[in-house]
């Protein structure tokens, strides 16, 4: 049975490697095979594991694709550089091999732009949008800010950048606590290939959908977590601008609440969910 055919709603996981775009990706596949799809891009230095709870809540409703996005975790690293329209792409290509449509997209940071952009560009394959700690255009300033982790990253390798993310995407509170997501987190920004941080970074240093967002017909779910700097009024603005969007706030949580404050982060989405069921 193909991972899109109907039938029996029978339990399935696998990882396998697809190739689209010109490179190899890292697939993983979770849950009934028939139900209905969700799919999830990754941040930056992440990989598919970074929705590992997030699998655990709902696999057992929806059929999953996760993959890494280029350059990160099994995936093949380009010998160029990303940029958004790529990133899309790449979504696009893997949901058309495995034949996804109106599937729930979800995605965080760079992910988040990716499933955005996506839902805007590509809206058949796209019901619902789920969107984390992620913006809609490149802030003011950040060229040079991704320009400084760049050479950071190339002058003292991905161990290093693992120490800094850490510190960028958890609270002082979070930290002193020993959040239980903090060395999962520095694990997988120290294993991203270098070559692939420099390549999807380099995509965020100039991108802008901004003008895109009152297109998109999808119900929006935007998710910020509380201590992300200025990301919930970023994306409480980004709300505004879409016609069917509503935005939560995930108290206590930095940049990756669907890893530090999984519980939060899920009963978010499960209300929203539930809500778009009662619409339907």
Known sequence: MTPGSSGANRMSHETQAV???GLSFNCRLDGPEGAPWMVFSNSLVTNLSVW????????GRYRILRYDQRGHGGTEVPAEAANLDVLTEDAAALMAHFGVSGAVAMGVSMGAATVLCLAARHPDLVAAVIASDGQAGTAAGGAQTWQERIDFARENGMSACADATVRRWFSAAAIAAGNAAIP?????????PEAGFVACATALQSYDIRAELPTLRQPVLLLAGEMDGAMPKTMRGMAEAIPDARFVE???AGHIPCLEAPGLFNAAVETFLAEKRSAA
């Open 184 to 192: 999962h987190v520095r694990e997988m920004v120290r294993t991203t």
């Open 19 to 21: 190739r689209v775009n």
């Open 52 to 59: 590992d709870r997030q699998v655990e809540a709902f696999g």
């Open 250 to 252: 995930v108290p206590g």
